[in-house]
């Protein structure tokens, strides 16, 4: 079975740096912060062009910690895209904000740029956008926007990690950008971590809260969460990191490659402007999706969606419900194809080659 994922191959892509981080973990008995962990932020800063960035201990209490950072408060609104793994949300909701959802761009998947001032009240706080699948929305309008309305612009980089906007690195782009360690994202751990990255004030803030709300040890100052990265794994995600470019490469050769096979027989995905993309996965559309996806399987290989319900349909999201039929429509025939970058150049033609076959069928 072609997979989606290759998680023991990019292990031993890696497999000397990431055995000889965790002994060096191991041997110094560093497992909580401390210098480790410092090294880890000023380093994976510096990679992505950001002032600071605070390790959390996955993508999703970085988006918490990041809406408390920016001082969301009970009431106050958030404007967010109901096309996302589920965490975007919830981290407004746990914070007390209230998600206002804004449908989504039918070519990219991307937040609509069109509808997002019409979202916009005296209670709106912030924007929370989605890097969906791996590229950015357009990035200098919602900065517009933010500028002229005076809100936070907050960036969920959980799948972007590693493109590029009009030539800056995704992580410098916006207040704060949030990523997932994730295993299967790009750039992923070997367990739950992520990051947020952004001004030295808002990460020294975001390490406040993900401490416990404490900037002593015995401290306390704000409600907060045991949400710390684990030296280990800031450890094995700076050890993957130089890999990083080059499977990206890969991923954006197999994805061009697709696109030109596929063109014209299905829906293929959509560059929006000034994105290199980093490819996270690769994304189809067809009315026929589980006729598709038994002949895929039938022929061994592996599908998925992304994703299958938008999250404003979710039973635990019901109270803040509007209807957004762009996205609606979408996730009933949305499904993603293997695109792992350690795919052999024949496992890509094999998998071009059954789609044609299944259109022609």
Request: charged share 20%; net charge negative.
């Amino acid at each position: 079975m072609i997979s989606n994922t290759n998680l023991h191959q990019q292990y031993l892509d890696c497999k000397t740096e990431i055995d000889a981080a965790i002994a060096r973990t191991i041997a110094t008995s560093s497992f909580i912060t401390g210098p480790d962990v410092n090294a880890f932020e000023r380093d994976f800063a510096r990679h992505f062009g950001a002032e600071d960035s605070a390790g959390t201990g996955s993508g999703t209490t970085a988006l918490l910690c990041s809406m408390r950072a920016v001082d969301v408060r009970p009431g106050d609104e958030v404007i967010t895209t109901p096309h996302t793994f589920v965490a975007t949300t919830e981290a407004i909701v746990m914070a007390g904000g209230i998600p206002v959802f804004v449908d989504i761009d039918p070519n990219t998947y991307l937040i609509d740029v069109d509808k997002i001032e019409a979202a916009i009240t005296p209670r709106t706080r912030g924007i929370l956008f989605v890097d969906i699948y791996g590229q950015c929305p357009d990035i200098n309008r919602i900065r517009a926007i933010c500028d002229e309305h005076n809100l936070w612009m907050v960036e969920d980089a959980a799948q972007s990690l590693g493109n590029y906007y009009q030539g800056r690195p995704v992580g410098s782009l916006s207040d704060i950008t949030c990523t997932s360690f994730n295993p299967v994202k790009n750039l992923g751990a070997m367990g739950d971590a992520g990051a947020a990255l952004g001004s030295h004030d808002l990460m020294e803030r975001i390490r406040m809260f993900r401490d416990h709300g404490r900037i002593a040890r015995y401290d306390i100052v704000e409600v907060g969460y045991n949400a710390r990265i684990d030296n280990m794994q800031s450890a094995i995600v700076m050890a993957k990191l130089p890999k990083l470019a080059e499977w990206i490469e890969r991923k954006s050769n197999i994805c061009n490659y697709y696109n030109e096979r596929l063109a014209g027989v299905m829906k293929t995905p959509k560059l929006e402007p000034g994105n290199s993309h980093s490819w996270y996965v690769y994304v189809l559309q067809t009315k026929n999706r589980a006729d598709f996806q038994a002949y895929l399987h039938n022929s061994d290989i592996s599908t998925n969606i992304h994703y299958a319900r938008p999250t404003h349909t979710q039973p635990a999201y019901k109270e803040w419900y509007r209807p957004c039929p762009v996205v609606e429509a979408a996730c009933e025939e949305i499904v993603s194809i293997p695109c792992w970058y350690s795919m052999t150049d024949a496992e890509v033609d094999y998998v071009a080659d059954t789609i044609l076959k299944w259109s022609r069928k």
